[in-house]
């Protein structure tokens, strides 16, 4: 009476190993560039969503609402590249382009969100010099609109992967198609 013995033999095992390194090695550069494109793709609707949020909320609540880059969380910046380090989404009552605290004017403003650094970006860029900030007014229209805003990724660039969000002179935002460097 024979045994049967089933299992793998050595050979087997290591030509499916070579096999799958060689098929992973393959498959590697093209991972990134998905990732790099999806990262981007995020980033560029996660602001649109809080240009749509601000605008939505300043036609609701009958007061300006203001959308501004931030890199702490807590108040605006006026660097001309800070927007890939987060920005904050406030009811600015007063007009000062600052999330203020209580004071004599009346009492705080209130910080409806906050976005913090996006890991994948290099950097989120304006086409106008005072691009760092968006206001919303009580019936929708919008301050420093009319902007195109890139969004390039971190590391080698792919020249598909950059995402132009786009902001008309009413204050809509879209995103513009893979690659697209201006609204137009």
């Not at 609109?145 to 995402?163: H, V």
Request: charged share 15%; aromatic share 6%.
């Amino acid at each position: 009476m024979t045994r049967r013995v089933i299992g793998l033999t050595l050979v087997e095992l290591m030509m499916v190993l070579a096999l799958m390194a060689v098929l992973t090695s393959l498959a590697t550069p093209n991972f990134r560039s998905l990732w790099l494109k999806r990262s981007v793709l995020l980033a560029a609707e996660a602001l649109l969503g809080d240009f749509r949020y601000a605008r939505s909320e300043a036609l609701k609540r009958v007061r300006p609402v203001l959308v501004c880059q931030s890199s702490d969380g807590r108040s605006c910046t006026r660097d001309s590249a800070a927007w890939a380090d987060g920005w904050l989404v406030f009811v600015d009552s007063n007009g000062s382009a600052q999330v203020d605290g209580d004071n004599a004017q009346g009492p705080a403003e209130e910080l409806l969100r906050v976005q913090s650094a996006l890991p994948a970006l290099a950097s989120i860029v304006s086409n106008v010099s005072t691009g760092h900030s968006i206001t919303y007014q009580a019936t929708g229209f919008a301050k420093s609109a009319a902007q195109t805003m890139l969004f390039k990724p971190a590391g080698s660039e792919w020249p598909d992967s950059i995402r132009a969000l786009c902001i008309s002179l009413q204050g809509r935002a879209r995103v513009g198609p893979a690659g697209a460097s201006s609204c137009s």
